[in-house]
């Protein structure tokens, strides 16, 4: 098989728009990673009974099964059960749902990385729990952990491929497509992988940059 | 010397006027000044018989520890001695295993009582008539000297935000950091971020000020300047302050009483000139010797 110049231009609006869509994808599925993980941290942080050990639970189960098989359980067995989306607000909120679990571990950290001292000036000033959480506590320990979360932006960005199989029609599936109806995988495959690549490598770069600004003094 | 004509207070000039506040009322306890502490019958803080255990390690023994209003007390001891485990107990931030503490009247802790007191409504209550300062400043790095100031006078006095700046701007200026007030403490020195510490504290109108080593993380040339404003505030509220320092000569000239604190007991207490000169334990003796010896 010889690489077609031609054809290869001709699908790249094609590609485009599924690029978009992943884009999409990624940014709705880490603002939803984003506030859930959060909730999640502080709720296990809070140590409510039955609450907060029922949170931990759900974390190390997403944790420990496959974003696939969430997916397709999402996609494919709940609406037996009368709970159906459309391919790609499922697509969002399960990979949002999924990387809530490994966000909910990087706020930990951070909040774990607040000195106990900044907890003992807010008790000092009687303060309320909820300003101590979100004035005090969260922008210094969410502050520590954005390049983290840039990192898994990206990686989400990436792993969004897998929504292809319950049918988002995003870059992957958008290649594939293009391949089964042509029989020319060379040029969409490469290209897309090529697109994913355009996209998260300044992103990488765009992280490095974060780690280095919000590292933590000394 | 007068602490106010000090030349090193000179940019605290102000300290004579937002300190005494004019004629009725105390700018910075919100309460009514005169010459005497007013003394409504009992101490402001009372420990009674309290304990605090760590494992098998008993840092108080059954301490029973008054401090009147108005009264400006000094902790000294070795260090484990229980000394800062005292002050931890009144701002709430360990609970006593066994005993009552009262502050002002209210109870802030009783052992009876057992886990209900823990932040309940009383609890609360009676903490916010306590400030402290930390050894290490513990401001929010995050914020503005200001900003650092105004938190709890607008979330948990309800003060309006521009009265609650006016306030702020008061206390930076009796600080010396009137110039200052957008700094963040990353911006400032050690010595500097302790002055703001004292002035956050302050803005809660405390009754009781409690000073946690406040000089002890500082480099040697940063200390003058915070127990200059500590001094000066002891010269001029009747708010009551009780300090664990390591100060000794500071101590000796600002308290009106010094308590000598060894394995989790008040070994003794009385007026520095005691305590200094004419120590009638010989614990306190044999420490103020291996203090007070370089």
Redesign the interface.
């Known amino acids: 098989m010889i690489w077609d110049n031609a054809f290869a231009i001709s699908i790249i609006p094609m590609l485009l728009k599924g690029l978009w869509v992943t884009i999409q994808l990624t940014l709705l599925g880490t603002l939803i990673a984003a506030v859930l993980g959060l909730v999640a941290a502080v709720i296990r942080r809070l140590q409510i009974p039955v609450v907060s050990p029922a949170v931990s639970f759900i974390v190390i189960f997403i944790r420990g099964t496959p974003l696939l098989i969430q997916a397709y359980v999402a996609f494919f067995v709940l609406p037996i059960y009368g709970i159906s989306f459309n391919a790609f607000t499922t697509g969002v909120v399960i990979i949002g749902i999924n990387y809530s679990a490994y966000m909910a571990e990087v706020y930990r950290s951070g909040i774990q990385g607040v ?1 106990n ?2 907890w ?2 807010a ?6 729990a909820t ?1 101590v959480w979100f ?2 506590i969260l ?2 320990a969410v ?1 520590t952990v954005i390049p983290m979360l840039g990192n898994y932006l990206i990686q989400m960005f990436k792993d969004s491929a897998v929504l292809s199989a319950i049918t988002v029609v995003e870059l992957m599936a958008t290649a594939q497509s293009i391949g089964t109806s042509t029989y020319r995988y060379l040029e969409p495959l490469t290209m897309a992988g090529a697109l994913f690549f355009l996209v998260s490598y300044p992103a990488s770069r765009l992280v490095n940059k974060l780690e280095r600004r919000y590292a933590p ?1 000394q | 010397m007068h602490p106010n004509n000090d030349p090193a207070l000179s940019d605290i000039g102000l300290a004579e006027t937002v300190l005494s506040g004019g004629p009725r009322t105390d700018r910075i306890t919100g309460m009514p000044t005169g010459s005497a502490p007013i003394v409504a019958g009992g101490p402001i803080v009372a420990f009674d018989n309290v304990s605090k255990n760590w494992g098998d390690n008993q840092v108080l023994k059954a301490l029973n520890f008054n401090v009147n209003p108005g009264e400006k007390v000094s902790i000294i001891g070795p260090s484990g001695s229980g000394k800062t485990t005292i002050l931890r107990i009144l701002m709430t931030l360990e609970s006593p295993t066994e005993g009552q503490v009262n502050v002002d009247g209210d109870v802030l802790w009783d052992v009876k009582l057992g886990d209900k007191i823990r932040e309940s409504k009383v609890m609360r209550a009676t903490r916010r008539k306590i400030g402290m300062v930390f050894q290490g400043f513990n401001l929010f790095p995050h914020m503005t000297a200001l900003e650092n100031i105004i938190e709890a006078p607008v979330h948990v006095l309800g003060m309006n935000k521009a009265e609650a700046r006016d306030r702020a701007a008061e206390l930076l200026q009796l600080v010396g950091l009137g110039t200052h007030m957008n700094h963040t403490p990353p911006q400032l020195s050690g010595g500097q971020q302790q002055r703001v510490a004292i002035a956050r504290a302050l803005a809660m109108r405390p009754k009781v000020l409690l000073f946690d080593e406040p000089t002890s993380a500082l480099d040697p040339e940063l200390i003058g300047e915070v127990l200059n404003v500590i001094r000066n505030l002891a010269n001029s509220t009747d708010m009551t302050m009780l300090m664990v320092t390591h100060e000794m000569r500071f101590a000796e000239e600002i308290s009106d009483r010094v308590v000598m604190f060894d394995h989790g007991s008040a070994v003794e207490s009385g007026p520095p000139e005691q305590i200094f000169k004419n120590p009638q334990e010989e614990r306190t003796r044999a420490f103020l010797q291996a203090v007070l010896k370089h």
């Not at chain 1, 008790?123 to 309320?128: I, V």
């Open positions: 000195p001292g900044q003992e000036a008790t000092a000033l009687s303060l309320p300003r004035r005090i922008p210094q502050r003094k």
